[in-house]
């Protein structure tokens, strides 16, 4: 069964950093496109950061592009979100997701597996 389980999430001051993980079970990461999406309380879901299976590829939205490093460990098959320079606007509930496409495309609806999704609360 395909399996993906995100963590690192909790609560950060603004200006701090925080890594998600997120480790794959019952696949190969190595052929999936991953991505990172988040959701806050009465917004829709977002695409954060997205990497290609094939030459690693990478996609960020404008909002994150210089604070948000995408990485994939295909060896540990697990794909990481790593975030500096977070802000309150960066609170939402974060979600990885695999597609089996070589793409670095990042639209929500085009993902096929998800995970539960982490709780990130950037607050002082």
């Known amino acids: 069964q395909l399996q993906l389980v995100e963590s690192g999430g909790g609560l950060v001051q603004p200006g701090g950093s925080l890594r998600l993980s997120c480790a794959a079970s019952?696949?190969?990461?190595?052929?999936?496109?991953i991505g990172w999406f988040r959701q806050a309380p009465g917004k829709e879901r977002e695409g954060v950061s997205c990497?290609?299976?094939?030459?690693?590829?990478?996609y960020y939205a404008d909002s994150v592009k210089g604070r948000f490093t995408i990485s994939r460990d295909n060896a540990k098959n697990t794909v990481y979100l790593q975030k500096h320079s977070l802000k309150p606007a960066d609170t939402a509930v974060y979600y990885c997701?695999?597609?089996?496409?070589?793409?670095?495309?990042?639209?929500?609806?085009?993902?096929?597996?998800w995970g539960p999704g982490t709780q990130v609360t950037v607050s002082s």
């Open positions: 997701a695999a597609l089996h496409v070589v793409t670095t495309d990042c639209l929500p609806y085009e993902y096929d597996y």
């Open positions: 019952g696949f190969t990461l190595d052929y999936y496109a």
């Open positions: 990497i290609s299976s094939s030459d690693g590829s990478t």
